[in-house]
Every structure is written in structure tokens, then in C-alpha cells.
């Protein structure tokens, strides 16, 4: 059974780090996409970023909202995923999902952990 | 605003059948194939169907999706009151390199 447990989150203010992460059971982390998705109160989902798997070099992608201030790396020996949030802003308040692909060939978001809440407020 | 467009709102009584549409461009349903998840209330979103119209195990035969250029669609048929929730259609957007989704849309079981 496929498991993606976050942590990290909590309250930050303006301006501050934070960084999240994600435990992952129940598959061959290392040969899965690993997405961030963030929703903030109230609102829909927004896709954060993604880390290719170790057979694409773990190639990171962003959104634009938060690139360049926003990291994403993984650690495949512990089956771990990591959101570094550097220069964070009061409108990245959101509940923060671990998310992993479908499958190892098709790279849609199959499976969401229960999500961290991140409150940026000063 | 959202790269896919979907009503924000839908509703329907018991035994009936709803569709949700999502529509968006050459670069993202275009050229990409379509993903829908439900929100449950105060849950994680859940993949209800996957390349335009798979349906993982477990995920009930009442919940269908479809493809047609650059729109796609979820239909719900024998309508049920569990089925009140959020849903949400997504793709890759191969011009902005970024995954892109829906803004959602609510559905309710009158």
C-alpha cells in the first residue's frame, strides 16, 4: 500500500524557511515522479513543482509562483522527498501535499499524502 | 486564474447523471492526456480517473471520463450522496513546462 507521510509544516513569518518532508512507503520511490501541490484556504489546487525520477536525474521543475524561492529534493536511500521554502510570502499559506506518479511510466499524480498546513503570518 | 476551465459549481438529485467539463488549449489537453480527482471534504485529493478515461481499481464504473481535442469530461451517472465533493481535472501544459489544474468544481447531491 502506497504511504506519503509530510512534516515540517507550521506557522512562519514573513520572509522566513521552512522546509517540508515527505516519507514515502509502499513502492519503488526511486523510480517514481515526486509532485508538490499546495491549496490554499478556501481555494483550489495549485501544482508547486515536481522531481523527475532517478532514471531522469531527479530533474526539478517549478511553477513560476514560486521559483527561485522553492526547492525540491529527495533523498531515494530514505524514500524521502523535501520542499526547501526560502523568502516565504503571507500568500503561500496553504495545505502542502507530498504527491507520487501513477506509475513508473506514466507520470500523472496517482497517489497524495494527507498534507502539511503552512501559515506564513507575522 | 486557471490555465483548465471548469464550472465552479454543479449539482444533481440522487439516480441522476452529471458531467463536469474541463476545457483547455493545444498545449495542455491538446497534447497531453487528462487526469480528474475528487475532494472529498476535509481530505486529500484522490485519482478518480487517469489518461483521459482509466479508471483505477476500486474507483466505481459510475465515474467515466472522455477526451475530445482540447476539452475533456467526468461523468457521474446513478448519482449518490458520497459523491457530493470537489473535483478537479489536471495536465501536463508541454508550452509552460508546469502541471496545470482545474479551478474545481463543487459538486452537490440535492
Known amino acids: 500500500e502506497v504511504q506519503l507521510v509530510e512534516s515540517g509544516g507550521g506557522l512562519v513569518q514573513p520572509g522566513g524557511s521552512l522546509r517540508l518532508s515527505c516519507a514515502a512507503s509502499g513502492f519503488t520511490f526511486s523510480d517514481h515522479y515526486m509532485d508538490w501541490v499546495r491549496q490554499a484556504p478556501g481555494k483550489g489546487l495549485e501544482w508547486v513543482g515536481r522531481s523527475k525520477n532517478k532514471a531522469k536525474s531527479h530533474t526539478t521543475e517549478y511553477a513560476a509562483s514560486v521559483k527561485g524561492r522553492f526547492a525540491i529534493s529527495r533523498d531515494d536511500s530514505k524514500s524521502s522527498l523535501y520542499l526547501q521554502m526560502n523568502s516565504l510570502k503571507t500568500e503561500d499559506t496553504a495545505v502542502y501535499y507530498c504527491?507520487?506518479?501513477?506509475?513508473?511510466?506514466?507520470?500523472?499524480?496517482?497517489?497524495w499524502g494527507q498534507g502539511t498546513l503552512v501559515t506564513v503570518s507575522s | 486564474q486557471s490555465v483548465l476551465t471548469q464550472p465552479p459549481s454543479a449539482s444533481g438529485t440522487p439516480g441522476q447523471r452529471v458531467t463536469i467539463s474541463c476545457s483547455g488549449s493545444?498545449?495542455?489537453?491538446?497534447?497531453?492526456?487528462v487526469n480528474w480527482y475528487q475532494q472529498l471534504p476535509g481530505t486529500a485529493p484522490k485519482l478518480l480517473i487517469y489518461n483521459n478515461d482509466q479508471r483505477p481499481s476500486g474507483v466505481p464504473d459510475r465515474f467515466s471520463g472522455s477526451k475530445s481535442g482540447t476539452s475533456a469530461s467526468l461523468a457521474i451517472s446513478g448519482l449518490q450522496s458520497e459523491d457530493e465533493a470537489d473535483y478537479y481535472c489536471a495536465a501536463w501544459d508541454d508550452s509552460l513546462n508546469v502541471r496545470v489544474f482545474g479551478g474545481g468544481t463543487k459538486l452537490t447531491v440535492l
Open positions: 504527491a507520487s506518479s501513477w506509475s513508473v511510466s506514466y507520470y500523472a499524480i496517482g497517489y
Open positions: 493545444s498545449s495542455n489537453i491538446g497534447s497531453s492526456t
